[in-house]
């Protein structure tokens, strides 16, 4: 049976992996995104930000809700401004509570309703120079859990929580061979991640293979937040 998931943040690069994978299962994918107009998805709109008020109506009953935005803000915890860390906080946890709060009545007509988060490795190890990020994250993995318990039994919340993935919002970190080998050296499993390895955890997530999985932040990290490298 033909599901329709909501996606803000779709013109992420791990977003569109996972429209790609739910399309040709014969699901219907609508997109939200600050930037242009992409082809891929259904239906787009296209917003200023991911703030509350800003989301536009949808009549849609809906079957899963992912929120892809997110900041890589990397510095010295000196060097961080209060406009640093408000910034981080809201892209990545409030904009997250404004896109479900918009369209939580939507969800709740779905008998098999899904909500999935996006977080970071960063808020489960301690990483130098992460932590604007690492709270940012954080405060997202415990808006998982809270309102999995909130909306349980009928509408179940997850978390997915990758490692540096090979998207445009990482190149900067990887955009030189000796950059990636570095990254590569300080993964357990000697990769970076790419697009499809955290959309396949996202679409699982959505679907009914999942039906007994809530309140989980799930680690698509190759082993870096629980195996010692």
Same mark, same amino acid.
């Given at each position: 049976? =033909?599901?329709? !998931? @909501?996606?803000?943040? *779709?013109? $992420?690069?791990?977003?569109?992996?996972? %429209?790609?994978?739910?399309?040709? #299962?014969?699901?219907?994918?609508?997109?939200?995104?600050?930037?242009?107009?992409?082809?891929?998805?259904?239906?787009?709109?296209?917003?200023?930000?991911?703030?509350?008020?800003?989301?536009?109506?949808?009549?849609?009953?809906?079957?899963?809700?992912?929120?892809?935005?997110?900041?890589?803000?990397?510095?010295?915890?000196?060097?961080?401004?209060?406009?640093?860390?408000?910034?981080?906080?809201?892209?990545?946890?409030?904009?997250?509570?404004?896109?479900?709060?918009?369209?939580?009545?939507?969800?709740?007509?779905?008998?098999?309703? =899904?909500?999935? !988060? @996006?977080?970071?490795? *960063?808020? $489960?190890?301690?990483?130098?120079?992460? %932590?604007?990020?690492?709270?940012? #994250?954080?405060?997202?993995?415990?808006?998982?859990?809270?309102?999995?318990?909130?909306?349980?039994?009928?509408?179940?919340?997850?978390?997915?929580?990758?490692?540096?993935?090979?998207?445009?919002?990482?190149?900067?970190?990887?955009?030189?061979?000796?950059?990636?080998?570095?990254?590569?050296?300080?993964?357990?499993?000697?990769?970076?991640?790419?697009?499809?390895?955290?959309?396949?955890?996202?679409?699982?997530?959505?679907?009914?293979?999942?039906?007994?999985?809530?309140?989980?932040?799930?680690?698509?990290?190759?082993?870096?937040?629980?195996?010692?490298?």
């Amino acid at each position: 049976m =033909s599901k329709t !998931f @909501l996606f803000a943040g *779709a013109s $992420s690069a791990i977003a569109k992996e996972a %429209t790609k994978l739910l399309k040709q #299962k014969g699901h219907r994918v609508i997109g939200i995104s600050t930037k242009d107009e992409n082809s891929l998805y259904d239906e787009y709109f296209q917003i200023e930000n991911y703030d509350f008020m800003a989301f536009p109506e949808i009549t849609d009953s809906i079957d899963g809700l992912v929120y892809f935005p997110g900041t890589i803000n990397l510095k010295p915890f000196a060097r961080l401004t209060q406009s640093d860390f408000l910034t981080d906080y809201q892209i990545n946890s409030l904009g997250a509570v404004a896109f479900t709060q918009a369209y939580l009545n939507n969800v709740k007509r779905s008998p098999t309703a =899904s909500i999935v !988060f @996006l977080s970071s490795v *960063a808020a $489960s190890i301690g990483l130098p120079f992460h %932590t604007s990020i690492a709270m940012a #994250k954080g405060a997202l993995e415990g808006l998982t859990k809270a309102l999995a318990a909130e909306l349980a039994p009928s509408i179940r919340v997850n978390c997915v929580a990758p490692s540096l993935v090979n998207t445009p919002m990482g190149d900067k970190f990887i955009n030189t061979p000796d950059k990636m080998e570095q990254m590569k050296k300080r993964n357990p499993l000697q990769m970076v991640g790419a697009p499809i390895d955290v959309a396949n955890a996202i679409v699982f997530l959505l679907s009914v293979e999942s039906a007994w999985v809530s309140g989980q932040v799930v680690a698509v990290d190759g082993g870096m937040s629980k195996i010692k490298n």
